[in-house]
């Protein structure tokens, strides 16, 4: 059965016309993504009457996204674009589902000039052919309320994982019974791999999990420390944001994503974002977050192949781009929205500059190989679960468990 959600009620789409190629569209994460479609789709539709766009149920997590398209997939009920995490590209493609644009892009005439360079083709790019556009691209960052930090007397923002911990003491010392949300249940074990890339190392190397060897062990160590120095609570995500949003969370590390969302809900107190912290210095390398749009129609309409390919241009246009930066956290990867339409954007919304600054740590978000690259995702996350919950305190022991479970997972032989 098809899931579909209006978005902002069937006004936006009013000027259709009455014989309008229709097609259907899925992206992830309402509380970020809402609003920019929103925006989007008021000028998709003055500049496009002669399509319809269906919005599908919105994906609850690029995971849950991945998922969804892999069982409509097998019920032949996919949708004509839809929006995927850097990271879960690689499976639709390997899979035959994701439809190549390579003859979508040879015909447009000035491709290059509307924005779409090399490295943010290179995103979307497997066997040398493309598959997706970007649409946003995010990094993590430091979150805080510094109306509680000034309350602690912390005035320098902390710089590594040790000053971080030193913080929450202050904090709690000074009356905050919340002092930090350090994101570890964000999707596709993000934060582990920012902690591996800070540290230089990629968390899958030559087809093998490489978290064995002694980054792998500072990386457990260094999410035990900030959990048992904090004191810090086992909130869902979505928690997470509302309590920072309230005021009830001093310092919160997440995505640069869920800023425009923070600022539309937050409360009466000062809010500035900073670079994410490191171990020893600042990190030598962050994960590119973020989604691209994917064209996984089934039709054989070239009427409605074409409209889903203008759909999904749109979107990840300068225009599209331009509304992601405006709407959430998120970088647009589109040149001709950072270079020509949001030129004095950052300088009026510092806070959204913060993930700009990092973006020299840019870094792969990396897939893990194989059939059960999400079966992998599931058992790291229990395992982080079981250090926030104080289940496991032998980062040793959680090490060496972790290794053997993920391989188990992996295609064998590796190289």
């Given amino acids: 059965m098809k899931r579909m959600l209006s978005i902002a009620a069937a006004a ?10 229709e097609i259907e569209v899925g992206y992830p994460y309402s509380h970020l993504f809402d609003v920019t479609y929103e925006k989007i789709m008021q000028d998709f539709s003055k500049a496009h009457p002669d399509i319809e766009v269906k919005f599908r149920a919105v994906y609850e997590s690029y995971e849950d996204g991945t998922n ?4 409509e997939a097998v019920s032949g009920n996919l949708p004509d674009v839809t929006m995927q995490g850097l990271n879960r590209q690689a499976i639709l493609v390997e899979k035959g589902i994701a439809k190549p644009l390579e003859p979508f892009i040879a015909k447009e005439a000035d491709f290059e000039k509307d924005g779409y360079h090399k490295a943010m083709l290179d995103l979307g790019t497997f066997n040398d052919k493309v598959y997706g556009l970007p649409f946003s691209v995010s990094l993590p960052v430091g979150y805080y309320n510094m109306d509680m930090m000034k309350k602690a007397g912390i005035t320098e923002l902390p710089e590594t994982w040790d000053q971080v911990v030193d913080a929450c003491g202050k904090l709690r010392a000074a009356g905050v019974k919340n002092p930090i949300f350090w994101g570890w249940n964000i999707t596709g074990n993000w934060f582990v791999q920012a902690l591996m890339w800070s540290q230089g190392e990629p968390t899958v190397k030559n087809g093998d999990i490489n978290i064995a060897g002694a980054e792998g062990l500072r990386t457990l160590t260094t999410m035990k420390d900030i959990f048992r120095g904090c004191d810090m609570k086992n909130l869902s995500w979505k928690d997470a944001l509302s309590a920072f949003s309230a005021g009830d969370v001093a310092m919160m590390y997440w995505s640069t994503s869920a800023l425009g969302a923070v600022e539309r809900a937050k409360g009466d107190f000062e809010l500035k974002t900073n670079e994410f912290p490191g171990l020893d210095s600042k990190p030598q390398g962050l994960p590119a977050g973020g989604n691209a749009a994917m064209m996984t129609s089934t039709s054989t309409d070239p009427e409605r192949l074409q409209a889903a390919w203008t759909f999904l241009k749109f979107i990840t246009s300068g225009v599209g781009a331009a509304a992601v930066a405006e709407t959430t956290g998120y970088m647009p990867p ?5 270079e020509i ?10 806070n959204k500059e913060t993930a700009v600054r990092q973006l020299p740590l840019l870094r792969e978000w990396q897939a893990y190989p194989g059939e059960k690259g999400l079966a992998v995702t599931q058992v790291i996350y229990d395992a982080i679960e079981s250090i926030v919950t104080g289940e496991q305190n032998d980062m040793e022991e959680l090490q060496e468990e972790l290794v053997e479970e993920v391989r188990d997972l992996l295609p064998s032989p590796r190289s």
Avoid: E, G, Q, W
Wanted: charged letters at 15%; proline letters at 3%; a positive charge.
């Fill in 12 to 21: 936006l789409f009013a000027t259709t016309t009455a014989n309008a190629v």
């Fill in 334 to 338: 589109n040149k001709a929205a950072n």
């Fill in 68 to 71: 969804t398209v892999l069982r």
């Fill in 341 to 350: 339409i949001l030129a004095d954007f950052y300088k009026r919304n510092p």
